[in-house]
T-cell receptor, first 114, second 112 residues
Framework: ETGVTQSPTHLIKTRGQQVTLRCSSQ?????VSWYQQALGQGPQFIFQ???????GRGNFPPRFSGLQFPNYSSELNVNALELDDSALYLC?????????????FGEGSRLTVL | DAKTTQPTSMDCAEGRAANLPCNHS???????VYWYRQIHSQGPQYIIH???NNETNEMASLIITEDRKSSTLILPHATLRDTAVYYC?????????????FGKGTRLSVIA
């Protein structure tokens, strides 16, 4: 069984640029959520996708957007990058109404904005 | 905001039990207590969850007080590999839209 995989693992961008992060969900999981983790903080919920539709969003501006594909993989796009967007971006997959409610996280993509 | 409060850090000697406390005094009747941990440079990992009964699995035990206002995660024989940040989270179960709301967690250092 393949776990959640994310790419790239590290990347550096400059302020104002755009970035796309990718996530492959665990086999059989139809729900993907994205979290942002600033240094020294706990992860913060960005949004969740189920069957290619966004069905939950945290307190993040519209320049944070996403997609989910028919194979349940997902992308996180961030436009007009700001210095404060520097963080670890975590993807998590799950069945929508799993027995345990467990989320399975990838190892994250570390974004540095200069 | 997180509905839980945890100590910022704790130390534990290798081989001893690690007891990590969590306060969740505003927990609702249909909210579960979840524990995750995050080892350095990795994504969070699910440990255990419970509603009101004590729970045990291969990783840990979860003790929830009768009034459900606090809980304790117990790692019975801590090893160096248990060094991580431990997050206590309250969450509705089987609610597909409910995200995990993380606080800052407890940084557990297991010392040889």
């Amino acid at each position: 069984e393949t776990g959640v995989t994310q790419s790239p693992t590290h990347l550096i961008k400059t302020r104002g640029q755009q970035v796309t992060l990718r996530c492959s969900s665990q086999s059989g999981h139809n729900t993907v959520s994205w979290y942002q983790q600033a240094l020294g903080q706990g992860p913060q919920f960005i949004f969740q996708y189920y069957r290619e539709e966004e069905n939950g969003r945290g307190n993040f501006p519209p320049r944070f957007s996403g997609l989910q594909f028919p194979n349940y993989s997902s992308e996180l796009n961030v436009n007009a990058l700001e210095l404060d967007d520097s963080a670890l971006y975590l993807c998590a997959s799950s069945p929508l109404a799993g027995v345990t409610g467990e989320l399975f996280f990838g190892e994250g993509s570390r974004l540095t904005v200069l | 905001d997180a509905k839980t409060t945890q100590p910022t850090s704790m130390d534990c000697a290798e081989g001893r039990a690690a007891n990590l406390p969590c306060n969740h005094s505003t927990i609702s009747g249909n909210e579960y207590v979840y524990w995750y941990r995050q080892i350095h440079s990795q994504g969070p990992q699910y440990i255990i969850h419970g509603l009101k009964n004590n729970e045990t699995n291969e990783m840990a035990s979860l003790i929830i007080t009768e009034d459900r206002k606090s809980s304790t995660l117990i790692l019975p024989h801590a090893t160096l590999r248990d060094t991580a940040v431990y997050y206590c989270i309250v969450r509705l179960l089987n609610s597909g839209n409910t995200p995990l709301v993380f606080g800052k967690g407890t940084r557990l250092s297991v010392i040889a």
